[in-house]
């Protein structure tokens, strides 16, 4: 099983890579899957969409195929958006553009919105209400909202709250089991060829 983990920031270094990191560890430690891959969406390494996508133009061939793969041999994803004026951020918000034929669909993700204060439910709504749709990836209904990050899952215990810090770690590998489960049930859903019709390519 491989989990491909997005980390949603701009910023470079990030709370969002931090968080992304822990977790790909997490995955590795615990046995929770065979494989974890981080895309870092820092520095915007995605162009914004244009009509090039369609037309397969080389620009857009080169950049994309190496993470069509990725995305396409992944069993589950983790995604992480901070919140930027109460949203998800452009990147993250670019990148489910970019795929709409399968690399996604029918597997499941968990989201993990980041918030340097009390915020962070803003980008988890956003995200549940409109990014699927035509890439239909699938939301599992676990879900965490790591408020006042910088106070948790550093590698330094000194700089953690020990109470936040500590329900966040449970917190964060009690959902990652979920999200195993998932992947090992929504695989059959996929291989029963039920979910692909060209009549449907696109989510209503």
């Known amino acids: 099983m491989k989990v491909s983990i997005i980390s949603g920031s701009h910023r470079k270094p990030s709370q969002s890579m931090k968080v ?9 430690d615990k046995k929770l899957c065979n494989s974890a891959e981080i895309l870092d969406l820092s520095g915007n390494p995605i162009p914004l969409w244009d009509e090039g996508i369609w037309n397969e133009e080389q620009h857009w061939l080169d950049i994309l195929n190496p993470i069509s793969e990725t995305l396409a041999n992944s069993d589950a ?3 992480i958006s901070p919140e930027y004026h109460g949203q ?9 553009l970019m795929w709409s034929k399968g690399e996604l669909a029918h597997k499941p993700a968990m989201l993990v919105a ?6 962070g439910a803003y980008p988890i709504a956003e995200l549940r209400m409109s990014s699927y749709k035509n890439n239909r990836i699938c939301y599992i209904p ?9 106070s948790v899952l550093n590698s330094d215990p000194n700089d953690n ?6 329900y966040f770690r449970g ?20 291989d029963s060829g039920v979910t692909f019709n060209p009549d449907y390519k696109n989510g209503m």
């Open 88 to 96: 998800a951020p452009s990147a993250l918000k670019n990148f489910f």
């Open 161 to 166: 709250n020990p109470d936040a810090d500590a």
């Open 114 to 119: 980041v918030s340097s204060a009390d915020g």
């Open 171 to 190: 917190r964060i590998l009690f959902s990652l089991k979920i999200l195993k489960e998932y992947a090992t049930a929504l695989k059959q859903v996929r």
């Open 20 to 28: 992304a990191k822990y977790i790909e560890q997490e995955l590795l």
């Open 142 to 150: 676990e879900q965490i909202i790591i408020r006042n990050v910088e």
């Open 77 to 79: 994803f983790v995604i």
